[in-house]
């Protein structure tokens, strides 16, 4: 029986994620017979001891694994040859920054599975970490603006909002943002910042895990339609946080015709954004969609530029919390990712001018690309719950056969790139990246 092994997350210092909890290392052995290994780390959130009451051995390298399960890429020079390696490659989009480290893996004779591709028969994902991003993206942009508000000299309940690294779970910090949204109720709002829109791009995984952080607030949900209407207030209610979600058609228009849904997934060269409509209504944006250069860029810096000339110092959108985090693609001021230690950046519309920090003038960028590893214990849980029912066929799989007969259940050989060294035939468009 072939050996998994964990590997020791090591692409920055915040990445304590595993794919496989102890948990679940103990229900794997006991259903497959089969040896899971964890390579020693010092960060990681479950220790080496708790994977040793579950049943597995410690080791210091990767050498004895067959199949290593990580999360982020591993570094070009710790691959080592004909292993089978499951892990967030950023390769299918052709991502320029990976193409070494998939030569480097076709090179070895290996093959890699990409979690990102184990989909369904409609393409659904089955193994993601979606709601958690969402979930710490929330957190974290709420934390920032507090004290970004603050130095500002504007006191809100904000203030007292945490970082989602600082939170043990996702229940402690919905638990403490209950407490703020009942201040909220008590106190309101400065009038300043009234009324006070948080404005989520997209309905899926990820917009969930923010929405379910949001609603921890004393929320009101309007329509995106409205916000023109709310902004005519003259006395909006200061003990109210208003909530938007944004669709597809309140995102763009058909450049002729009527919207249609299929139509735009299918060709959506015919279509233009419409977000800059809603530019000057929204206090904080949330990009959760997913994107990439076939669709309309939702918040051009031209955009941005225009809504800052209207309004002037009044410019009422303070913050944008790009979770998809897209470099320069669905919200064009992203114009590089961060991390944990320096989670956001400040933006001017008219210069373009980026400025590290939250604190100042200017719009506060979050762009951190690995949320949530920001939430260990949460995120690793559920993923490995997910990805604990495929770990069978792939270690029972004969790999060394021809793909269509090596055994491996159709979600799996969905999402082998590499076979042994060879581009899959679904993933053969690579070879131009390559």
């Known amino acids: ?39 020693k780390s010092a960060k990681r959130f479950f220790r080496e001891d708790q994977y040793q009451q579950a049943g597995a051995g410690v080791c210091r390298d990767m ?36 193409m070494p480290l998939l030569k480097k893996i076709m090179a070895g004779g ?12 409609q393409n659904r994902r089955l193994v993601y970490f979606g709601r958690y991003a969402g979930d710490a993206g929330a957190l974290d942009i709420l934390a920032l603006m507090g004290e970004h508000w603050k130095q500002q000299g504007l006191a ?20 403490h943002l209950r407490r703020i ?17 948080i404005g989520v791009l997209g309905y899926g995984n990820v917009s969930a895990g923010a929405q379910q952080i949001f609603d921890c607030l004393p929320v009101r949900r309007i329509a995106p339609e409205d916000l023109h209407s709310l902004a005519k207030d003259k006395e909006p209610d200061p003990h109210a946080v208003y909530l938007t979600v944004f ?8 450049k002729e015709g009527q919207f249609s849904l299929r139509d735009y997934y299918d060709h959506p060269e015919n279509y233009q954004s419409c977000f800059e409509d809603y530019l000057p209504h929204v206090t904080i944006l949330v990009n959760a969609v997913y994107w990439d250069s076939r669709y309309p860029k939702f918040v051009t810096w031209e955009g941005l530029r225009r809504t800052k000339e209207k309004q002037g110092k009044r410019m009422k959108l303070k913050a944008i919390a790009d979770i998809s985090c897209d470099v320069g693609g669905a919200v064009e001021c992203t114009v590089k990712t961060t991390d944990t230690g320096k989670p956001a950046y400040l933006v001017e519309p008219r210069s373009g001018r980026v400025t590290d920090g939250h604190l100042g003038e200017g719009i506060v960028v979050l762009a951190v690309d690995n949320l949530p590893a920001e939430l260990p214990n949460d995120s690793s849980t559920f993923f490995s719950n997910q990805l604990k029912g495929f770990l069978p066929s792939l270690l029972q799989a004969d790999l060394q056969k021809p793909l269509q007969a090596s055994g491996l259940v159709p979600e799996m050989m969905r999402a082998v790139i590499v076979h042994r060294g060879e581009l899959t035939p679904g993933y053969r468009y690579l070879e131009k990246h390559l």
């Open 1 to 39: 029986m072939k050996k998994i092994l964990i590997r020791a997350e090591d692409k920055n210092p915040w990445e304590k994620r595993a794919p496989l909890v102890p948990e679940d290392v103990s229900e794997i052995m006991a259903r497959t017979g089969g040896e899971v290994l964890v390579q």
């Open 63 to 98: 050498s004895p694994g067959d199949i290593i399960l990580g999360i982020k890429e591993i570094p070009e020079d710790k691959l080592l040859p004909e292993k089978t390696y499951l892990f967030f490659s950023h390769t299918i989009k052709g991502q320029a920054g990976n």
């Open 110 to 121: 290996s093959t890699l599975i990409d979690y990102e591709r184990i989909v369904d028969d």
């Open 156 to 175: 809100t309940p904000f203030s007292e909002c945490r970082r989602a690294v600082d939170y043990a779970s996702v229940q402690e910090g919905k638990d």
């Open 181 to 197: 949204g009942r201040e909220i109720l008590d106190k309101g709002l400065p009038r300043e910042l009234c009324p006070l829109v």
């Open 247 to 254: 669709k597809e058609k309140d995102l763009v228009r058909p």
